[in-house]
């Protein structure tokens, strides 16, 4: 009983819709745009208006991970640059130095 009762309202709708005229064809005359009906390219039609600022925030997430990357490494740079300064003798990287009499320190005691 419940299903013949859907399968009419689900006909009046059908109805309804075809008389008020609202077909593809009518619409697009109408200038009322038509959307896609694949999931895929429902959001193509969406992000394309918005391209140009995806590729700016695409980009700008690029240069932010570079950034992350290298920043440190210009700092130990600099910090091996400042200790070659001060330390005679060749230059040494920071890491090499602090761990140096440590490693001096364990041979003479063994």
């Not at 609202?22 to 193509?44: C, K, M, T, W, Y």
């Not at 090499?96 to 320190?105: D, F, H, L, V, W």
């Amino acid at each position: 009983m419940a299903n013949a009762a859907e399968d009419n309202f689900i006909e009046e709708i059908e109805i309804s819709l075809r008389d008020e005229g609202n077909s593809l064809d009518e619409q697009a005359e109408a200038g009322i745009e038509i959307l896609p009906s694949h999931p895929f390219r429902f959001v193509l039609h969406f992000v394309n208006h918005y391209k140009w600022l995806l590729i700016a925030i695409a980009c700008c997430e690029l240069g932010q991970a570079a950034c992350q990357i290298l920043i440190p490494k210009a700092v130990q740079r600099i910090i091996d640059a400042a200790s070659a300064v001060s330390v005679p003798g060749p230059a040494k990287s920071s890491r090499k130095a602090a761990g140096a009499p440590r490693i001096r320190e364990c041979k003479q005691n063994g």
